[in-house]
């Protein structure tokens, strides 16, 4: 059964880092990829960065300077960093299993349930 | 690549054919799917590569499209599909619409 699971911290404090885990099991790191996508409350989505199962990395180019992704396979664990955070940070943060071959290429099939982030002082 | 979705709020009966529709700024090349989000859950895929079901989606959800205009189709609108429904572009880059709200009338 596929199964990915966020953890993070939930309440970050302006301008620090933000470091987020996605745990994944019922299929590997070496064969998926892993995307972030995250959405402020009441509000759509949007894709923030994507490890491959070779490990190569993408990122959304407008949040590009301030993220890494990167990832243990074996702990199948993988990390996102988000320096210098803002209140428009604020947001619930998905991890999904990310297609790296046809027909599925690209495509998120399996999300984990969110962890929830609020940028605060 | 922009997603327009229309309408962001669509009221219908149980029973009725609803069709969202996801309208992009560029060609796609058919790099679309749908998800669908119940209040408080993870987006769930429904259809990729345009018309592609994904497994243990009902038979009643499909989709069409072309080019730049993409349509999620339900056939008889069931009280469980209350959700808000988004497209998503991997053609160039990845988008997001910005959601379709459905709710029973």
């Known amino acids: 059964q596929v199964q990915l699971k966020e953890s993070g911290p939930g309440l970050v404090q302006p301008s620090r880092t933000l470091s987020l885990t996605c745990t994944v099991s019922g299929f590997s790191l070496t064969s998926y990829g892993v995307s972030w996508v995250r959405q402020p409350p009441g509000k759509g989505l949007e894709w923030i960065a994507a490890?491959?199962?070779?490990?190569?990395?993408d990122y959304n180019s407008a949040l590009k300077s301030r993220l890494s992704i990167s990832r243990d396979t074996s702990k199948s664990q993988v990390l996102l960093k988000m320096n210098s955070l803002q209140t428009e940070d604020t947001a619930m943060y998905f991890c999904?299993?990310?297609?790296?071959?046809?027909?599925?290429?690209?495509?998120?099939?399996?999300w984990g349930q969110g962890a929830s982030v609020t940028v605060s002082s | 690549i922009q997603l327009t979705q229309s309408p962001s709020l669509l009221s219908a009966s149980v029973g009725d054919r609803v069709t969202l529709s996801c309208k992009g700024s560029q060609n796609i090349n058919n790099y679309l799917a749908w998800y669908q989000q119940k209040l408080g859950e993870a987006p769930k895929l429904l259809i990729y590569?345009?018309?592609s079901l994904q497994t243990g989606i009902p038979s009643r959800f499909s989709g069409s499209g072309s080019g730049t205009d993409y349509t999620l189709t339900i056939s008889s609108l069931q009280p469980e599909d209350v959700a808000t429904y988004f497209c998503?572009?991997?053609?160039?880059?990845?988008?997001f619409g910005s959601g379709t709200k459905l709710e029973i009338k």
């Open positions: 998503y572009q991997y053609n160039n880059g990845y988008t």
């Open positions: 999904a299993r990310w297609g790296t071959t046809e027909p599925y290429y690209y495509v998120m099939d399996a």
């Open positions: 590569n345009t018309n």
């Open positions: 490890i491959w199962s070779g490990g190569s990395t």
